[in-house]
């Protein structure tokens, strides 16, 4: 044989390698490009459930008319919506509307269970009618604590829902509540209380008196100034007098 007899199967094994690590490096390209395109509809699909839902509302920006003559004058956002019965249920829950529902009603409901448990005990070893009747009375008180409360807020929750339309003005220094006579003022000094929960904004007033203003019915252009608005005018719920 000469010098040259092997040197064609060294070459061609070389092709083929070359064209191995080719096609290697194409499908590793490939899987790179699918896993950013997976990646990036994840991250999209995540900025639209944590968007609120818009309901199709418009804001307008009104003029300031209170406003002093030395003042700066700054246009409001001008809001109108019809409150739903589980947007202000949501509001009454948690403002402590009804003294006999969340730790309290549970601290209520232990006790009357303990005691449903002792007079049932007693019953059954002293085979004594008066242990069985107490402890359906327990029984029954602790469908009172846990039920009654939360039919009183939905029938009221209900009837503030009346699905009248409400108009709130949105000014850096106050919201204004209604028109005409029926108006009424909420300063935004920091005196009142600021708390976001199941897409509503809920302004509360040392006086008892409340806004729910559902995010659903703020054009997503004009919300981040509503809740800068709110939030420079209000404190946080949670904080500490």
Request: charged share 30%.
């Amino acid at each position: 044989m000469d010098g040259y007899g092997s040197s064609r199967p060294i070459l061609k094994q070389d092709g083929q390698e070359e064209d191995r690590k080719k096609q290697q490096l194409e499908q590793e390209l490939a899987q790179v490009l699918k896993e950013a395109e997976e990646t990036e509809r994840e991250e999209q699909a995540r900025e639209e459930e944590e968007s609120p839902d818009w309901d199709g509302s418009e804001a307008e920006y009104v003029p300031d008319d209170d406003a002093e003559v030395y003042e700066e004058v700054r246009p409001g956002i001008g809001l109108n919506y019809v409150l739903r019965p589980e947007e202000v249920y949501e509001c009454l829950k948690r403002s402590g509307f009804c003294k006999t529902s969340g730790k309290r009603a549970a601290v209520e409901c232990v006790l009357l269970g303990i005691c449903a448990v002792a007079c049932m005990a007693a019953y059954l070893i002293q085979q004594n009618i008066h242990g069985l009747i107490l402890a359906a009375l327990c029984l029954a008180l602790i469908a009172v604590v846990c039920l009654v409360p939360y039919w009183g807020m939905r029938r009221h929750a209900r009837r503030i829902a009346n699905g009248k339309e409400l108009h709130v003005e949105i000014y850096p220094d106050e919201l204004q509540v209604g028109r005409g006579d029926g108006q009424w003022e909420i300063p935004l000094d920091g005196t009142s209380m600021l708390e976001e929960y199941e897409e509503l904004m809920v302004v509360s007033t040392p006086h008892k008196k409340m806004l729910c203003i559902p995010m659903r019915s703020v054009e997503p252009n004009v919300l981040p100034d509503v809740q800068a608005m709110l939030l420079a005018g209000t404190r946080p719920a949670n904080e500490e007098e």
